[in-house]
C-alpha cells in the first residue's frame, strides 16, 4: 500500500490565492522529505528539501518565501504556494527516503491556477 | 555537478519483445541505483533497486550495473502495452546525500500491439 500521501489530489484556485499542499509518511518517521515539480512532458524538478526542526532547504532558482515549506513533525510536511500565478500552475510531488536509498513518492497534486 | 543521462526516446517496440533502457552516471562514488516507472499524470513508482556490479531479475525486469563503466540498465522482457510510461534512472550518491536521488530525465517506451 501507499507509504506516502499527499492532500489535496487537485485544486483548483484564483490568481493571488494561497494553496497548501500536505505530504504525509504513513508507516514511517521522515525527519527529511523533498518536494518536486512537474510540468506536463517535462523531467521531475526539485524544488527544495524539507527537513524536520530545522528550516527547508531550496534548490537554485526556487523562491522560498514563494514556496513555503514546513516540517512540522516527523511524518508531516507542507508546501505553500503563496499567490499563486497561471505559471505555478503544475504537478508537485513530495516524497520521503527510504532506508533502501530509494525516495517513496506521494500520489502528487495537481495544481491549477487561473 | 553529478548528472545521470538517458536517451529520452520515444523507444517503440512490439508487444512481446525485449525493451532495454540505459542510463549512465557522472558520480564514481554513487551507491544506489533505481529505475522508477512513470505513467502519464500519475507520480514514479520504483521498480527495481540495484547496489553491487552484475544482474538483478525480478519477474519481467532485468537491471544491471556496470560502475567501472558507469552504466545502468532496465531490460523488460515480454513488453506489454501495459508497461508504456517513462522509465525514470536514479542514482543515490550515498554519504551526506544519502536519500537524496539524481533523475535522469526519463526514457519514453511505448509498446505497440
Known amino acids: 500500500g501507499a507509504v506516502v500521501s499527499q492532500h489535496p489530489s487537485r485544486v483548483i484556485c484564483k490568481s493571488g490565492t494561497s494553496v497548501k499542499i500536505e505530504c504525509r509518511s504513513l508507516d514511517f518517521q521522515a525527519t527529511t522529505m523533498f518536494w518536486y515539480r512537474q510540468f506536463p512532458k517535462q523531467s521531475l524538478m526539485l524544488m527544495a528539501t524539507s527537513n524536520e526542526g530545522s528550516k527547508a532547504t531550496y534548490e537554485q532558482g526556487v523562491e522560498k518565501d514563494k514556496f513555503l515549506i514546513n516540517h512540522a513533525s516527523l511524518t508531516l510536511s507542507t508546501l505553500t504556494v503563496t499567490s499563486a500565478h497561471p505559471e505555478d500552475s503544475s504537478f508537485y510531488i513530495c516524497?520521503?527516503?527510504?532506508?533502501?536509498?530509494?525516495?517513496?513518492f506521494g500520489p502528487g497534486t495537481r495544481l491549477l491556477v487561473l | 555537478q553529478k548528472e545521470v543521462e538517458q536517451n529520452s526516446g520515444p523507444l517503440s517496440v512490439p508487444e512481446g519483445a525485449i525493451a532495454s533502457l540505459n542510463c549512465t552516471y557522472s558520480d564514481r562514488g554513487s551507491q544506489s541505483f533505481f529505475w522508477y516507472r512513470q505513467y502519464s499524470g500519475k507520480s514514479p513508482e520504483l521498480i527495481m533497486s540495484i547496489y553491487s556490479n552484475g544482474d538483478k531479475e525480478d519477474g519481467r525486469f532485468t537491471a544491471q550495473l556496470n560502475k567501472a563503466s558507469q552504466y545502468v540498465s532496465l531490460l523488460i522482457r515480454d513488453s506489454q502495452p501495459s508497461d508504456s510510461a517513462t522509465y525514470l534512472c536514479?542514482?543515490?550518491?550515498?554519504?551526506?546525500?544519502?536519500?537524496?536521488?539524481?533523475f535522469g530525465q526519463g526514457t519514453i517506451l511505448t509498446v505497440h500491439p
Open positions: 536514479a542514482v543515490n550518491a550515498g554519504g551526506t546525500s544519502y536519500g537524496k536521488l539524481t
Open positions: 516524497s520521503a527516503p527510504r532506508t533502501s536509498g530509494a525516495e517513496a
